[in-house]
Antibody, heavy 120, light 106 residues
Framework: EVQLVESGGGLVQPGGSLRLSCAAS????????MDWVRQAQGKGLEWVGR??????????EYAASVKGRLTISRDDSKNFLYLQMNSLKTEDTAMYYC???????????WGQGTTVTVSS | SYELTQPPSVSVSAGQTASITCSGD??????VCWYQQKPGQSPVVVIY???KRPSGIPERFSGSNSGNTATLTISGTQAMDEADYFC?????????FGGGTKLTVL
């Protein structure tokens, strides 16, 4: 079964750090681009960033709102995607989803999400 | 930055056709995906590459994209189709989502 399971969310103070993990199973992880998408409570989806696959040298892209503070990495040997979150702001409070990209840029598999709350 | 605009809400009577639009500058030159999200659930892709339907998605879901507007059409709308729908495209390798449309089935 193709599956993504996020973990690592929690409560953190403004200015703090957190690392989210996404465990992938049921497919060849190294073949796929992977994304992080977030959703504040009652709001829409916001694309956070993307990790390309090994064939594309694992390059990353980020939304302007998170660039320089959030960093995506991956470990293909363990089938894990990560989101390192630094200098967190209250506006980073959201459910964070990891998603697999299919061959045409569509996010065809999503995890169940992990909640990040940034508050003092 | 690139923006995609959706109507906040659309209502449709059960059995009728629902159309949800997504507007963006020269959107017809990009591929558009559509995601369905029901309360408490993760999004699910219902249309990709403007008009392709993933396996398992009912035939009543269709899509088109031309000019500045992409459209998700649901024919014979069912109560189970009541959900939030988000369009999404890539602009210079950056992902962009529309604000979402709440579809109400009357």
């Amino acid at each position: 079964e193709v599956q993504l399971v996020e973990s690592g969310g929690g409560l953190v103070q403004p200015g703090g750090s957190l690392r989210l993990s996404c465990a992938a199973s049921g497919f060849t992880f190294s073949d796929h681009y992977m994304d992080w998408v977030r959703q504040a409570q009652g709001k829409g989806l916001e694309w956070v960033g993307r990790s390309r696959n090994k064939a594309n040298t694992y390059t990353t892209e980020y939304a302007a709102s998170v660039k320089g503070r959030l960093t995506i990495s991956r470990d293909d040997s363990k089938n894990f995607l990560y989101l390192q979150m630094n200098s967190l702001k209250t506006e980073d409070t959201a459910m964070y989803y990891c998603a697999r990209e299919g061959g045409n840029g569509e996010m065809d598999v999503w995890g169940q999400g992990t909640t990040v709350t940034v508050s003092s | 930055s690139y923006e995609l605009t959706q109507p906040p809400s659309v209502s449709v009577s059960a059995g009728q056709t629902a159309s949800i639009t997504c507007s963006g500058d020269k959107l017809g030159g990009k591929y558009v995906c559509w995601y369905q999200q029901k309360p408490g659930q993760s999004p699910v892709v219902v249309i990709y590459k403007d008009s392709k339907r993933p396996s398992g998605i009912p035939e009543r879901f269709s899509g088109s994209n031309s000019g500045n507007t992409a459209t998700l059409t649901i024919s014979g709308t069912q109560a189970m189709d009541e959900a939030d729908y988000f369009c999404q495209a890539w602009d210079s390798s950056l992902g962009v989502f529309g604000g979402g449309t709440k579809l109400t089935v009357l």
